[in-house]
């Protein structure tokens, strides 16, 4: 296919989600065509294992004709109807699965049009509770550093990635960031253990020196995703959950990336940290990027704590509960439930988790983080762990470039790539995957 016009009117006109505004319209994309399996299809006609599995959401793979069919059937009876005042059966039947998987009496679920959206209305959801309960003062939101939790203005508010931070406005006095939970940036000579120790006072010292009637929410990733696949210290959820609780501050788990089976579980909260959050948020893998979904699914308690009080909430989205998008959901949800995809993540993941550690023998190589199917390799050109040197920025996009000319699509961010593959990748793929990705990283200092 010869795409050399279309590349023009790509580069000259359309605004790409995180475009530079150096290169406008200088890039030169690659534009992906087809995809099967967790193979995608380029123009060249290349065929390439997809390592960042999309966005982290192709969960079931590329491809599937059971997707497509019942996204048509769909589409054919109810393509769209006003949620406001209706209700359709099939995202009313998705909503009960979701319910019945969420940990706990997480049982409410409010659809969204992403994860995004997702956040932004469980803070929007927890602001209007804490008006309605009487406490308009308890609004700030404790985030973390690293931490990504959208692109709309409250969940940007709420992001603590600092590049994404320079050039846009967010709503500063709502929003406090505790510092970077990575133990790897731990003072030296510092035990894992006296470093959770600290992280968790900063938790708490943050909340006593606002004063626990000013802080409304922690917002927490299990698993900081697009901020370099940050692992905290293990019992470090259970315990930041104890102080949310002492101080009564509402507990979000943003699983927008780590739910619908990327840790082995349908949600990591509880199966995998044992924390049972007051809001899970999710999307992505929820339709395994068939369609965009996401849901604030709120316990019972929270709604317990407002309902029948004489207000509405006043929020929601023409595409709330669209029933496409929940044919998509349910039917990946079958999938996910029919072929064992849970089990098989539990299975492969330590064999990904191997090949991952392995690449620490390559020179560059300053960490390996991971967990489930999701990886993150981290790279210096000096090997310095904790700065970067000027060309360390590139080294992301050069391992990729590699990468790509051997079979293999990475994810960089800046000196990182991040993996995490559509989770029906067998074994052997997971081979041939870091084979590939070791190789690229090689290749890449040459
Ligand atoms: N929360 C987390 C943890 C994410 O990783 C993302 C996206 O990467 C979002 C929220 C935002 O989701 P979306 O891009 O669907 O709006």
């Known amino acids: 296919m010869d795409n050399t016009e279309l590349r023009a009117w790509d580069n000259g006109h359309f605004v790409h989600p995180w475009e530079g505004m150096a290169a406008v319209g200088q890039n030169d994309r690659t534009f992906v065509e087809t995809a099967s399996g967790i193979h995608i299809v380029n123009d060249k006609g290349e065929r390439l294992i997809d390592g960042p599995g999309g966005m982290w959401c192709t969960q079931i793979g590329y491809g599937r004709t059971e997707m497509a069919d019942a996204m048509a059937e769909q589409a054919r009876q109810l393509a769209y109807f006003s949620p406001f005042n209706n209700t359709n059966s099939i995202a009313t039947r998705f909503a009960r699965e979701l319910a019945k998987r969420a940990p706990g009496d997480l049982n409410h679920v409010f659809f969204t049009t992403g994860g995004s959206t997702a956040v932004d209305s ?10 309605l309960m009487g406490h308009p003062d ?3 939101v404790i985030s973390r550093q690293k931490a990504y939790h959208g692109s709309t203005y409250l969940a940007a508010s709420v992001s603590g990635k600092e590049r994404d931070r320079l050039w846009l406005d967010k709503a500063d006095d709502l929003a406090h960031f505790l510092p970077n939970v990575n133990p790897l940036y731990r003072a030296e000579g510092q035990s894992v253990a006296d470093f959770l120790d600290e992280k968790i006072a900063d938790l708490e010292n943050a909340i006593l020196t606002f004063g626990a009637d000013r802080v409304a929410a922690f917002i927490a990733e299990p698993i900081l995703a697009s901020g370099g696949v940050i692992v905290p210290p293990e019992g470090y959820h259970k315990r930041c959950l104890e102080i949310c609780r002492r101080h009564d501050v509402l507990y979000i788990s943003d699983e927008v990336v780590t739910a619908f089976g990327r840790l082995g579980h349908w ?81 492969v993941a330590p064999v990904f988790q191997e090949r991952l550690h392995d690449l620490r023998r390559i020179g560059i190589v ?30 992301g996009a050069r391992i990729d470039a590699e990468c790509q000319k051997r079979g293999l699509l990475v994810r960089p961010i800046i000196n990182m790539c991040v993996m995490s593959p559509p989770l029906i990748i067998s074994e052997d793929q997971i081979h041939q995957m870091f084979d590939v990705l070791g190789d690229g990283i090689r290749a890449s200092v040459i």
Do not use: W
């Not at 469980?122 to 008006?131: D, G, H, S, T, V």
């Not at 199966?271 to 849901?295: E, L, N, R, W």
């Open 138 to 140: 308890k609004k700030i």
């Open 366 to 395: 300053t960490d390996t983080r991971g967990m489930g199917l999701m990886g993150c390799v981290q790279c210096s050109l000096d090997g310095n762990k904790t700065s970067l040197l000027e060309g360390d920025y590139e080294i």
């Open 267 to 347: 949600f990591a909260s509880k199966d995998v940290f044992g924390i049972q959050p007051d809001i899970i948020t999710c999307a992505k893998g929820m339709t395994s990027g068939y369609a965009p979904m996401g849901a604030a699914i709120i316990s019972d308690r929270l709604i317990a704590d407002i309902a029948g009080n004489d207000a509405t909430f006043s929020n929601g989205y023409t595409y709330s509960g669209h029933p496409v998008c929940a044919a998509a959901g349910l039917t990946s949800m079958e999938i996910i439930e029919r072929e064992g995809i849970l089990e098989h993540v539990r299975q």
């Open 122 to 131: 469980a803070l929007r959801f927890i602001q209007f509770r804490n008006n």
